[in-house]
């Protein structure tokens, strides 16, 4: 249609010299290459002398700019534009290339919208508003230029056509939904939640944070998930609350809130699996390799997390050497190929964490036996020797860790008790409730303000600049709380011109491995099994360091064991190929 209207349209646009018209829903003609509108405006055709044809208007439809008091109409996927633009902006302060959101990110958010049939699409004629919301198209955006600051995230290029959606939908969906946006800010939040089609991936808040991590991964930053959800937690992503920072006219109340509200921490294991999924959803090819130079290849993190668990760098020779031995450095296991059922998923940080458990055990036993021995062995030898590279003493670094662990775990423990759910915005759920919310949160407001002049209570401090360590230790302190330059000749020997361990022995975590499928673990774990208590205090370290449960870790050092000791354990017995009397 937009192309018969503005056939007889021959003028070049002032701004790039093309002759490549549109037209809006006011009329007026507009550049498809640079989005230039004109104060042309289309001279009105007369359709009588057509003759059985369905004559489709140029107009979306009666879309309404302004609804109550100056609001404007939005969809629920705008909304959700909006968060990843936020998120991805907070990512570039900490440190994250810029191409992340303008290019990976930006690219994967349009091809989500295109396979969910949301935008970038050609609708079918006879589709029913029971499918998916749907965007504006770029018509519309362009004759608004509010609406047009809502979707500068999805700016276009000259090669990638326009935001298509189906005049006929476009004007339907504003009927049926005029009545279901009454208990909701957007267009289509009443809609939006009803929704559950087969093969169509709909989106919500922890999805946010999938699309965050596969553009991480993507991009192969030095970022792993434990580290994204820490600084959601912390405050330094967008996440909770985040709708506040929408733009004024963007009202979001009632069945808004079911969408973009969230009363829990993100999970490590529901944002990691959607975004295996969403890699799936949008058929995106094998991700870059990670090799050996990459910061999320084990050989680096074991590096970064001995580091920050103040274990003697030693160890971290003998992290690779597992790494090596069973094969889990090698780039066609760590990289990941969307789809590809055949390959295990990889955890980095987790398979990290696990390698130096097993490390741990390899050299120290962890019975709650044979590391304090070792430990009583090199106190002596430490003591009566001063000079020289001091031994790694177990119960001296177990003391100085289990100090600094649980004063880090109490102060997390607090901020997360202490921590208001509530959003400074109010929020309600239809708007006669809105005087009666108004009036209880300014009342809420005053009242604090009052016990707080009484209480001489003060505002908190401000946040410190993100970390990627959350426990730091520096060999100049003079106390000797830091332990990286110790050595672990104490607990060593030489044979064949390589060191070995001193203890021959090694118990497994468990002797068969579940199925995934059958229980949903590949272990099981928990503080009342019958598990060594330094064993348990090693799972609690790093999965404080990694903010998960202990028993993801748990469930990865099983494999790795499996992997090492699989042959010795399970060396089938010949058997004479005769028959058995």
């Given amino acids: 249609m937009d192309e018969e209207a503005t056939r007889d349209f021959n003028e070049r646009c002032a701004q790039c010299s093309e002759v490549n018209w549109g037209l809006t829903d006011g009329g007026r003609f507009y550049c498809r290459s ?76 349009r091809c989500y919208l295109q396979k969910s049939k949301q935008a970038y699409c050609i609708r079918p004629a006879g589709e029913t508003v029971k499918a998916l919301s749907v965007c504006d198209s770029s018509t519309d955006v362009d004759s608004d230029p509010e609406r047009s600051s809502l979707l500068h995230f999805l700016s276009l290029s000259e090669s ?11 004007s339907s969906i504003s009927k049926v939904t005029e009545s279901a946006s009454m208990c909701s800010g957007s267009v289509d939040g009443g809609l939006y939640l009803k929704k559950n089609q087969k093969g169509k991936l709909r989106m919500t808040m922890p999805m946010t944070l999938s699309f965050c991590y596969m553009a991480l991964l993507w991009l192969r930053e030095p970022m792993t998930l434990s580290d994204l959800l820490r600084f959601v937690v912390e405050g330094h992503i967008p996440y909770l609350n985040v709708f506040q920072h929408f733009p004024e006219k963007m009202k979001l109340y009632g069945l808004d809130l079911k969408i973009f509200f969230v009363e829990s921490w993100p999970a490590y ?41 103040n274990l003697p760098d030693e160890l971290h020779n003998w992290a690779c050497r597992v790494v090596k031995k069973i094969g889990i450095g090698d780039v066609d296991f760590l990289t990941l190929v969307p789809g590809n059922k055949s390959t295990r998923k990889v955890k980095y940080d987790v398979l990290a ?72 915005k109010p929020l309600f759920y239809s708007d006669k409730m809105k005087s009666k919310v108004l009036k209880r949160r300014q009342m809420v407001v005053n009242l604090q303000n009052q016990f707080g002049k009484l209480s001489g209570s003060v505002r908190p401090p401000e946040k410190p600049n993100p970390s990627s360590f959350q426990l730091s230790w ?108």
């Fill in 353 to 424: 964490a696990a390698v130096i458990v097993v490390v741990l055990k390899l050299l120290f036993l962890l019975d709650d036996k044979y590391e304090w021995l070792l430990s009583d062995f090199a106190g002596e030898r430490n003591k009566n020797s001063k000079e020289g590279v001091p031994y790694f003493e177990f119960k001296k670094w177990y003391k100085v860790i289990k100090c600094s662990l649980d004063e880090k775990q109490k102060k997390l423990d607090e901020e997360r008790a202490k921590y208001l759910w509530r959003c400074e």
């Fill in 160 to 170: 990638e056509g326009d935001l298509q959606t189906d005049n006929s939908f476009a």
């Fill in 34 to 109: 640079c989005h230039n509108v004109t104060e042309r405006a289309r001279e009105v055709v007369n359709t009588d002398f057509i003759t059985n044809t369905r004559v489709q208007t140029i107009s979306k439809g009666s879309r309404k700019q302004e609804k109550n008091d100056g609001d404007c109409e939005w969809y629920v996927c705008e909304g959700f534009q909006l968060i990843l633009k936020k998120q991805a902006e907070a990512l570039e302060a900490l440190g994250v290339c810029p191409q992340m959101k303008d290019e990976v990110l930006c690219n994967f958010w």
């Fill in 269 to 309: 294991e529901e944002v990691y699996n959607k975004m295996l999924e969403l890699a799936v959803f949008l058929e995106l090819p094998r991700f870059p390799d990670i090799t050996d130079s990459c910061f999320l290849h084990p050989d680096m993190l074991c590096m970064k997390y001995l580091m920050e668990a």
């Fill in 474 to 581: 520096s060999e100049e302190n003079t106390d000797g709380s830091c332990f990286h330059g110790h050595s672990l000749k104490g607990i060593l020997q030489e044979k064949r011109g390589l060191l070995k361990p001193m203890n021959p022995e090694y118990w497994l975590c468990t002797v068969k491995l579940c199925t995934e499928k059958s229980c949903g673990h590949l272990a099981h774990y928990s503080r009342e099994e019958d598990f060594p208590q330094s064993y348990h205090f090693v799972l609690r370290l790093f999965s404080f360091l990694l903010r998960i449960q202990p028993s993801y870790i748990h469930d990865e050092v099983c494999v790795i064991e499996h992997k090492l000791f699989n042959k010795k354990l399970y060396k089938k017995p010949k058997y004479s190929t005769g028959l058995r009397k």
